[in-house]
């Protein structure tokens, strides 16, 4: 299945030539008509930011082993030149004293290129000139070799495309050069036809994949290429004595255009999800690209996440599809050696996944200090906010905990639960990192706000939480009257009094002091904290702030009274409830003080404004 739903999504994708993978070409050569080395150069563009980078273009491809496989027109200058493999000469570098294994790569090239010369129904001078420069010795090629060690190492294990003078297309992208490299593909990979298990076809069948995906597309791959599929000893085949695809027969167009595909969807952002050591891609079997999907990495305002899926729940297609009812398909995978492994695939419609995605929004919404508007965190963030967070180099770098970023993904696509352990490492991270808060108050209150996100999401899907208390909402919640939640509220109002009292006058906050203890066991830290509460209102009353220490008092009274007795310990769950309770409350006391802080503004404003004369009457 999977096979045959990225065989069907090629059709959609800017895909290269069958046979035919974008790589990087750092070299050109240059041939003159009669057969003669003009150049050697490093085939380079250079960004807008001065920066160098090899061309990329598609190239022949195939995947190889331990066996010597050419590639036409367009190799490595061991393949293509002939050169001594740097791997063999690591003391000193002679390119032009290579030994038999190289002597004999540069063979088979050479032969491919005669065969492919004397396919043509035609003649063509790039091809000519090319089979003439390596049946006369390479001419010229000595006086354009780079002269330094480095260049010339590179230069042998660097693909090298080769180009006829005056000819701006390379000679293994003529039209001849990708009909010949397809049949001799078709030719060295298929040796039986037969019905494809995956698209049901009779044809002719692959004996393994002639090409596979990159290494740098799959997380934990070991191999330059990673097959996509294969069973090539016994115990792949459950200690059959089948090998290769025997037991899965494929079609020559099914294995090139599902791993066509493949690359195609990992090298695209907008279908592409790279967390932990797995890579996800997504698609639709019509090949559209939703919007709703870059929120997960992106989140706009709750307004527009809310527009967009009301128009879900509507029926209402997206972005101009004709249904919510296509096929949408997601495959996550990692590699190991030079195997892919597949570690979840999701196959249900666009509805069903707009939906998941939608209850992941609503589950994990909380508004963020100062910008209420601001319900989310990218989720790759999220994911970090629960892992460590340390500085190297002058640099900051966040990591995620094991699985976080992959368990989040599977419950914005498949409405499951994110692991318990997620809760704890949030907790204890928020503990960890209070510091911050004073010396980065930026930077904690973005990873706070992730982490609120985070274990909201947790505490609404967990079952453990099923018939416990309310999980608060996006917002402060003051119906919602579980003790945990509230010891966080009270938190965060003993936190405001003593900034309203000192002001920045102060040493050490309670926050720095007992922040941790408090989210751990309230009641070890509550008395210490009536105690400066108290000490902090006479100070607000002798300064003349009587109705501020008022206010701040009814607030903690009413507070007090509806927890109870103090908890003495609280558990994951309570902790991450804690969290809630303070984040919220300091959200909506920072909003409080901001409308107080306007409304005191506009009224000056309006005392100190001349006044508007009134126009009499004619």
């Known amino acids: ?157 660097g693909t090298v495309a080769i180009y006829a003078q005056g000819d701006n297309k390379p000679l293994h992208r003529h039209r001849s050069a990708v009909r010949f490299w397809q049949a001799h593909v078709e030719t060295a990979k298929s040796h ?210 094991d699985g976080a970023h992959d368990a989040l993904l599977r419950a914005a696509l498949t409405g499951s639960s994110p692991p318990l352990a997620l809760l704890a490492c949030a907790t204890a991270r928020s503990r960890a990192e209070i510091g911050l808060a004073a010396d980065e108050p930026n930077a904690w209150w973005d990873r706070e706000h992730a982490r609120a996100c985070l274990v909201r999401l947790i505490l609404n899907r967990s079952h453990q939480s099923k018939g416990g208390p309310d999980v608060p909402g996006p917002t402060l919640d003051p119906d919602n009257h579980d003790p945990a939640y509230l010891c966080g509220r009270l938190f965060a109002e003993y936190e405001g009094l003593q900034r309203s009292a000192l002001g920045s006058d102060v040493n050490a906050t309670i926050t720095d002091r007992v922040y941790g203890k408090a989210m751990v066991s309230p009641l070890m830290v509550y008395p210490s904290m009536d105690r400066l509460g108290k000490a902090h209102q006479r100070k607000l009353r002798t300064g003349g702030n009587e109705g501020a220490a008022a206010a701040i008092d009814h607030r903690i009274t009413a507070l007090v009274a509806a927890i109870g007795p103090i908890p003495a310990a609280l558990d994951v769950s309570g902790q991450a409830r804690w969290m809630l309770g303070y984040y919220q409350q300091r959200a909506a006391s920072m909003a409080s003080a901001h409308a107080a802080k306007a409304a005191a503004a506009d009224t000056t404003e309006r005392r100190t404004s001349p006044p508007t004369e009134k126009r009499k009457k004619p």
């Open 192 to 401: 039986s036809r037969g019905l494809c298990s995956s698209c049901g076809s009779e044809s002719a069948l692959v004996d393994t994949f002639p090409t596979g995906v990159p290494k740098r597309l799959v997380p934990g791959a070991g191999q330059a290429t990673v097959a996509l599929t294969s069973a090539n000893f016994a115990t792949a085949s459950r200690n059959l004595s089948v090998t290769q695809l025997a037991n899965a027969p494929t079609c020559m167009a099914c294995a090139l255009h599902s791993v066509a595909a493949l690359i195609a969807l990992s090298e695209e952002p907008s279908h592409s999800w790279t967390g932990d050591d797995a890579r996800t891609i997504w698609w639709l079997k019509c090949g559209a690209t939703p919007s709703i999907f870059a929120f997960l990495d992106a989140p706009p305002p709750a307004d527009e996440v809310h527009k967009v899926f009301d128009q879900v729940h509507a029926g209402t297609p997206l972005d101009g599809l004709a249904t919510l009812d296509d096929e949408y398909y997601a495959l996550t995978f990692s590699g190991r050696g030079p195997r892919l492994i597949v570690r979840s695939w999701v196959d249900t419609t666009l509805r069903e996944v707009a939906l998941a995605v939608d209850a992941y929004f609503k589950d994990s919404a909380v508004a963020r200090i100062g910008h209420p508007d601001r319900q989310w965190q990218p989720l790759w963030r999220i994911a970090r906010s629960a892992g460590t967070r340390r500085r190297k180099s002058g640099k900051v770098l966040e990591e995620a905990p």
């Open 1 to 157: 299945m999977i096979i045959r739903a990225l065989a069907d999504a090629a059709r959609h994708l800017k895909t290269p030539d069958d046979c035919y993978q974008v790589e990087s070409t750092p070299w050109a050569l240059s041939l003159s008509p009669a057969g003669r080395a003009v150049s050697l150069v490093p085939l380079e563009l250079t960004g807008a930011d001065g920066r160098a980078t090899p061309v990329r273009q598609p190239v022949p491809k195939v995947i190889r082993t331990v066996a010597v496989a050419p590639q036409l027109a367009c190799d490595s200058g061991i393949y293509t030149f002939g050169m001594a493999d740097p791997a063999r000469q690591r003391a000193t570098y002679d390119w032009a004293a290579p030994g038999p294994p190289e002597l004999g790569r540069h063979a088979q090239w050479t032969e491919m290129v005669r065969d492919w010369v004397a396919s043509l129904p035609s003649p063509d001078p790039g091809a000519t000139a090319l089979l003439a420069w390596l049946d006369a010795g390479k001419p010229g090629l000595a006086e354009v070799m780079p002269t330094s060690d480095t260049d010339q190492r590179a230069l042998a294990i």
